[in-house]
């Protein structure tokens, strides 16, 4: 079973800065992870599939990158509305596993 | 418009049961695997069942196999979670989620409001 460690679990930003969140897989999943993020007393929203494609009608800001078995989000300006936290998920191997989340914060 | 609107979450006793219900819209509901996401109150996200497309290939969680059983309907385009032998850890947001193809090694793309199941006596 692999399990997915994100980090850190709480990262501090000013809105206008670069935030970049890391993910990292116990064993290789090659490309299959995606990106959620979810707003208090929200559903989780996809964000990127495939380690680096946005879904659709997520703004530019959002990239991601890795493969194998490290992985970053990165939010190149937050936005206001960008403060939630994030979650990652592999989908390469059974079952599908979320890292225990990242909350981006206000500094 | 995809929508997944989920039902059937309450109060219910240490040991008692519960169905959950997902009615689906938007889509070819045959063509898209599906899952149960949970999340318990403050913590993260936890897979708990999936199902194929074509409702042959039923999977869960090892934190509740034993205990439920997903299943589909098709023809009413919806999905179900049976839950028994409910425990107090069972207590969370039940989420109803889509996968972007038929079968569950693939990413979830919409995801429904939830359902909160409650355990206590």
């Known amino acids: 079973e692999i399990v997915m460690t994100q980090s850190p679990d709480t990262l501090s930003v000013s809105p206008g800065e670069r935030a970049t969140l890391s993910c990292r897989a116990s064993?290789?999943?090659?490309?299959?992870l995606a990106w959620y993020q979810q707003k208090p007393g929200q559903a989780p929203r996809l964000l990127i599939s495939?380690?680096?494609t946005r879904a659709t009608g997520v703004p530019a800001r959002f990239s991601g990158s890795g493969s194998g078995t490290e992985f970053t989000l990165t939010i190149s300006s937050l936005q206001s509305e960008d403060f939630a936290v994030y979650y990652c998920?592999?989908?390469?191997?059974?079952?599908?596993?979320f890292g225990q989340g990242t909350k981006v914060e206000i500094k | 418009e995809v929508q997944l609107s989920e039902s059937g979450g309450g109060l219910v006793q240490p040991g008692g049961s519960l169905r959950l219900s997902c009615v689906a819209s938007?889509?070819?509901?045959?063509?898209?695997?599906m899952s149960w996401v949970r999340q318990a109150p403050g913590k993260g996200l936890e897979w708990v069942s999936g199902?194929?497309?074509?409702?042959?290939?039923?999977s869960y969680a090892d934190s509740v196999k034993g205990r439920v059983s997903i299943s589909r309907d098709s023809s009413k385009n919806t999905l179900f979670l049976q839950m028994n032998s409910l425990r107090a850890e069972d207590t969370a947001v039940y989420y109803c989620?889509?996968?972007?193809?038929?079968?569950?090694?693939?990413?979830?793309?919409?995801w429904g409001q939830g359902t909160l199941v409650t355990v206590s006596s």
């Open positions: 989620a889509r996968h972007n193809s038929g079968w569950f090694l693939s990413f979830l793309d919409f």
């Open positions: 938007g889509f070819t509901f045959s063509n898209h695997a």
């Open positions: 199902i194929s497309g074509s409702g042959r290939a039923p």
């Open positions: 064993q290789t999943i090659n490309s299959n």
């Open positions: 495939g380690a680096s």
């Open positions: 998920q592999q989908y390469n191997n059974w079952p599908p596993a």
